[in-house]
């Protein structure tokens, strides 16, 4: 069985904040910011206990944001995000019946990868935009490109320590179809409920 193209189901969605939610309501008003500034598919991780219901809140009140889950790390993790409406799932690495469980559900899926080795594994397991994690930690600007020659046929997801400064070079490799940053949702921000200014963030990066 092949796995579902998830290029093709973030495709024009070049940027994709990645988001830790406290709660519904500021999952909501983040993803509104976000898509008022442009802004159209964000990555919600499972890092709190509040994030399975931040995404439903995201998918009922904010439908024209494609959301997803990030921090995958169990099955029982991705179908509980699909159910509460997630469109895509990412995880940091590459597990065997992760990439099965997302094969089956017919969920759009980034597993993570940072070896060439995985790639190859994720390649079989029939994904096609996977995931580099932790980029800026693995100089994966330069491991990307080197990708190129070896895997024709694989586009990237860079995340992990990228601004947006680093956003632009990632961009301009040809296999990045697209990547993943915190800096559109800062902490002091979200805290401060300043949604007017990651807006701004979001209109600059929908430039990108």
Not at 100 to 118: C, F, H, I, N
Not at 152 to 162: D, E, L, N, S
């Amino acid at each position: 069985m092949s796995a579902v193209d998830a290029e093709a189901a973030l495709r024009g969605h070049r940027v994709i904040p990645v988001y830790t939610p406290v709660s519904e309501d500021e999952a909501v008003a983040v993803a509104r910011a976000l898509s008022r500034g442009g802004i159209g598919a964000i990555e919600v991780t499972l890092r709190t206990p509040k994030a399975i219901d931040a995404i439903a809140a995201i998918a009922r009140d904010v439908p024209e944001m494609i959301v997803g889950a990030g921090t995958v790390l169990e099955v029982a993790q991705l179908h509980d995000a699909q159910r509460a409406g997630a469109k895509f799932a990412v995880s940091p690495g590459s597990l065997d019946d992760l990439l099965a469980a997302a094969r089956d559900s017919g969920m759009p899926y980034l597993p993570g990868v940072a070896t060439g080795s995985e790639v190859m594994k994720s390649l079989q397991a029939g994904f096609r935009l996977l995931k580099v994690f932790p980029a800026e930690a693995i100089n994966a600007r330069a491991l990307i490109a080197a990708w190129q020659g070896p895997f024709p046929q694989v586009r990237f997801c860079p995340t992990g320590g990228i601004d947006a400064e680093r956003a632009r070079d990632y961009l301009a490799l040809p296999n990045v179809a697209c990547l993943g940053g915190s800096w559109l949702t800062p902490k002091g921000m979200l805290e401060r409920g300043d949604w007017a200014h990651i807006e701004v963030l979001a209109r600059a990066a929908a430039r990108l």
